[in-house]
């Protein structure tokens, strides 16, 4: 953790023992009374944190909190439902990377009882996506949305919204020398196999223009990677 996360609410109050942020602080970052750690409240500002005093049971910490950090790129993350390990490395991934917005979607090809995983039940997805942002140095994570169906998915998005999804099959170019405008983007990633014929008829039909990172096929994780910074670097963000 570069930089340790708390919910508003949580300011204020002693942090229990058992905690792993206090586990974090405690025994990796070696804090002792007195001591100071970087700190940031969930979308919040960051700041500091001075531990007050070890008890057997909790931390007592004093805060100080600053400015807010920089927000989140205008970039919005499509994928074709993954499976759950992979979807949690893309949350976490793409949460470090700065994008504003992940949207993940049931796909034809994708694995539909996927949707069933406790990561999206449970809200598990939130865990990951605090984890990317403490790697980041940042407070800001990006919203995150679930749909049935693809079409569902890109009626959903902004009408000013530069649209480029990744395929290797119907390409007509590259994403790395794609001309790039300064509006918001949205990039789409199908899931493990890719999308159907219909699906990049819909994208077609939705204004995406598809675009190839290559020969390779990749994982679903490794493409978004990829996708996301050949982006945030083709628009002059990164």
């Known amino acids: 953790m570069n930089l340790i996360l708390f919910r508003e609410d949580e300011i204020g109050h002693p942090l229990p023992l058992e905690d792993p942020r206090a ?16 700190i940031g409240i969930i979308n919040g500002p960051r700041g500091k944190a001075r531990i007050r005093d070890i008890g057997e049971m909790e931390l007592a910490l004093d805060y100080t909190l600053g400015q807010l950090p920089p927000p989140l790129h205008p970039l919005i993350l499509i994928v074709g439902l993954p499976r759950p390990q992979s979807a949690r490395q ?10 504003e917005e992940l949207c993940f979607t049931i796909t034809e090809k994708g694995e539909k009882s996927y949707v069933a995983s406790r990561l999206w039940s449970g809200k598990e997805y939130e ?39 990744l395929d290797n099959y119907e390409a ?13 983007c949205a990039l ?41 910074i050949l982006v945030l670097a083709g628009k002059g963000l990164i």
Do not use: N
Not at 217 to 228: D, N, Q
């Open 90 to 99: 893309i949350l976490r991934d793409a949460t470090t990377l700065g994008v």
């Open 127 to 165: 865990r990951h996506l605090i984890a990317g942002a403490q790697q980041a140095f940042s407070t800001r994570i990006p919203s995150v949305r679930l749909f049935d169906s693809l079409a569902g998915c890109l009626e959903s998005l902004p009408p000013d919204t530069e649209r480029i999804a």
């Open 172 to 184: 007509k170019g590259s994403l790395s020398g794609y001309p790039f405008s300064p509006t918001p």
């Open 23 to 38: 586990i974090h602080i405690i025994g990796t970052l070696k804090r002792s009374p007195g001591d100071l750690f970087d």
């Open 188 to 228: 789409a990633v199908g899931s493990e196999r890719g999308w159907a014929r219909g699906e990049r008829l819909l994208l077609i039909k939705h204004g995406f223009t598809l675009a190839a990172m290559g020969e390779r096929v990749l994982r679903t994780e490794t493409a978004c990677t990829a996708g996301i």
